[in-house]
């Protein structure tokens, strides 16, 4: 500091914090309570949770691949079997979001080469596109016009009407 500044605006810093005078020769209260507190809950808890994780880590499942098994499909359940038709809808559903992620794949994979080929991507990318066009035909006569309320039997009411359509149609 310059040695014209003013004294009163800026006083200089104390040299030594100032020892704390003592009122009473008791021991703090919440201090006490701290301590108490800590080792009878958070000591403990903490321990356990500790010895908790070093046996999880021991054990530890990797949860991506993760098999499930197959559920038997409609046309496999017995009638008026319910648990059995919860378990083949919610078997289509997960079948459903895996042919989705399928197709969001394919089409990332497309997008990319023709970002990184550019103008001529019809001719390098031929492979990619026609794997993208063959998945969405696929994807679309499977789960297309569906609706909203898609569930596991109208896709099945659906195969089978194609089906049918193909069985009746003239054989050339």
């Not at 006083?11 to 020769?25: G, H, I, L, N």
């Not at 080792?39 to 046996?55: E, G, N, Q, W």
């Not at 098994?69 to 378990?87: F, S």
């Not at 079948?95 to 197709?103: A, G, H, L, N």
Request: proline content about 6%; aromatic content about 12%; overall charge positive.
């Amino acid at each position: 500091m310059p040695a014209d500044y003013d004294k009163g605006a800026y006083p200089e810093p104390p040299r030594q914090t100032p020892a704390v005078d003592k009122q009473t020769a008791l021991p703090n209260p919440a201090l006490i309570l701290s301590k108490l507190f800590y080792y009878s809950v958070d000591l403990p808890v903490t321990t356990f949770r500790d010895a908790v994780d070093s046996i999880r880590a021991n054990n530890k499942s990797v949860y991506y691949h993760q098999k499930f098994r197959r559920v038997p499909d409609l046309t496999d359940c017995e009638q008026g079997d319910y648990i059995c038709y919860y378990e083949a809808e919610m078997q289509w559903r997960r079948d459903y979001k895996v042919d989705q992620e399928i197709v969001k794949v394919i089409q990332e994979r497309m997008r990319a080469c023709q970002q990184r080929e550019g103008a001529s991507y019809h001719q390098n990318c031929g492979k990619e596109i026609q794997q993208f066009n063959e998945v969405t035909k696929n994807f679309q006569s499977r789960y297309g016009d569906l609706g909203g309320y898609a569930s596991g039997r109208k896709c099945l009411m659906k195969q089978k009407e194609r089906m049918m359509a193909a069985a009746q149609a003239p054989s050339a």
